[in-house]
């Protein structure tokens, strides 16, 4: 398999939910006029406590500063896992369960913090730049050819010395605890192609809350419905690792799909519905096992 640094310096910001007025604007612009900007990497996740921008720098230019807007900090590369030429796919699992063993578990060990947002077609592993990517290479690089994106082209990438950054010791991360509400979710993905006809649409869904219209959509073609873990009764710190292989190893084991989307202040992971019961188990069992040592 072949795991590709993409050629994106993000920043993961954050706007409050009274404060998304003052952001209408360049929020329309980033979305809907692509032409307008040189924003090439976007995403949107809202969630009760905010809304949680990731883009890249160039996107960023368009966020003025505000007492709404908060920013991490770190430059966030993101890796992006490729099998037979195309982004990892499979019959089988899907999302982050396909990872969770050859990605997300050694860097879990290595201490290197993640942000996960999966999507219908990949997932997109962001690390930090300057504190990790050295790490993430030498970690990985065993089990993947590792390409980094330069001026549209895959270049390989070798590991240089960088075994003495590596991490011996065992983590023993924090095991949050988990929430799991009622709600009922629907993965899907959009033709860009249609993004014109169906703006006003999409305005009045992540404006004004209302209902998406079933007939523009791209769903996978079973029509399952998937049910959310959020992970985290704080909000959850950029420094800690291990948070997502937490959930993510054991939903591997089990061979459940999980698709994850890390915010600001919180982590989530969708699973199939039908999964719900036996990983509302998995979960709180591991939660009442002792720490070990």
Same mark, same amino acid.
């Given at each position: 398999?072949?795991?590709?640094?993409?050629?994106?310096?993000?920043?993961?910001?954050?706007?409050?939910?009274?404060?998304?007025?003052? #952001?209408?604007?360049?929020?329309?612009?980033?979305?809907?006029?692509?032409?307008?900007?040189?924003?090439?990497?976007?995403?949107?996740?809202?969630?009760?406590?905010?809304?949680?921008?990731?883009?890249?720098?160039?996107?960023?230019?368009?966020?003025?500063?505000?007492?709404?807007?908060?920013?991490?900090?770190?430059?966030?590369?993101? +890796?992006?896992? =490729?099998?037979?030429?195309?982004?990892?796919?499979?019959?089988?699992?899907?999302?982050?369960?396909?990872?969770?063993?050859? =990605?997300?578990?050694?860097?879990?060990?290595?201490?290197?913090? =993640?942000?996960?947002?999966?999507?219908?077609?990949?997932? #997109?592993?962001?690390?930090?730049?300057?504190?990790?990517?050295?790490? =993430?290479?030498?970690?990985?690089?065993?089990?993947?050819?590792?390409?980094?994106?330069?001026?549209?082209?895959?270049?390989?990438?070798?590991?240089?010395?960088?075994?003495?950054?590596?991490?011996?010791?065992?983590?023993?991360?924090?095991?949050?605890?988990?929430?799991?509400?009622?709600?009922?979710?629907?993965?899907?993905? +959009?033709?860009?192609?249609?993004?014109?006809?169906?703006?006003?649409?999409?305005?009045?869904?992540?404006?004004?809350?209302?209902?998406?219209?079933?007939?523009?959509?791209?769903?996978?073609?079973?029509?399952? +419905?998937?049910?959310?873990?959020?992970?985290?009764?704080?909000?959850?710190?950029?420094?800690?690792?291990?948070?997502?292989?937490? $959930?993510?190893?054991?939903?591997?084991?089990?061979?459940?799909?999980?698709?994850? $989307?890390?915010?600001?202040?919180?982590?989530?992971? +969708?699973?199939?519905?039908?999964?719900?019961?036996?990983?509302?188990?998995?979960?709180?069992?591991?939660?009442?096992?002792?720490?070990?040592?």
């Amino acid at each position: 398999m072949d795991l590709h640094i993409l050629d994106h310096r993000l920043r993961v910001t954050s706007i409050s939910k009274n404060g998304l007025v003052n #952001f209408t604007h360049p929020l329309i612009k980033l979305i809907f006029l692509r032409n307008r900007t040189r924003c090439k990497f976007f995403s949107l996740t809202e969630t009760p406590e905010n809304y949680t921008v990731v883009l890249d720098e160039e996107g960023f230019k368009e966020l003025q500063p505000s007492e709404h807007l908060q920013v991490e900090s770190s430059i966030w590369l993101p +890796l992006n896992v =490729v099998s037979n030429g195309n982004a990892s796919s499979s019959s089988q699992a899907v999302g982050v369960t396909k990872i969770a063993k050859s =990605v997300i578990a050694p860097l879990a060990q290595q201490h290197v913090s =993640v942000f996960m947002l999966s999507t219908y077609q990949t997932d #997109f592993i962001l690390v930090r730049h300057e504190k990790d990517l050295s790490v =993430v290479i030498s970690t990985l690089e065993e089990e993947f050819n590792i390409y980094k994106e330069v001026g549209g082209e895959s270049v390989p990438v070798h590991c240089q010395d960088v075994s003495s950054g590596l991490q011996k010791n065992a983590i023993h991360p924090t095991v949050h605890p988990v929430l799991i509400p009622q709600n009922q979710f629907c993965v899907m993905s +959009l033709d860009p192609d249609t993004l014109p006809s169906i703006a006003t649409t999409l305005i009045d869904v992540l404006f004004y809350s209302s209902r998406f219209p079933a007939d523009l959509l791209f769903t996978s073609s079973s029509g399952e +419905l998937w049910r959310m873990v959020r992970i985290g009764g704080q909000p959850l710190g950029f420094d800690e690792c291990g948070i997502v292989a937490q $959930i993510s190893q054991p939903l591997a084991d089990s061979d459940i799909s999980a698709y994850y $989307i890390s915010t600001f202040s919180f982590d989530h992971a +969708l699973v199939p519905e039908e999964d719900i019961v036996s990983v509302t188990d998995m979960l709180q069992h591991q939660r009442k096992e002792p720490a070990t040592s």
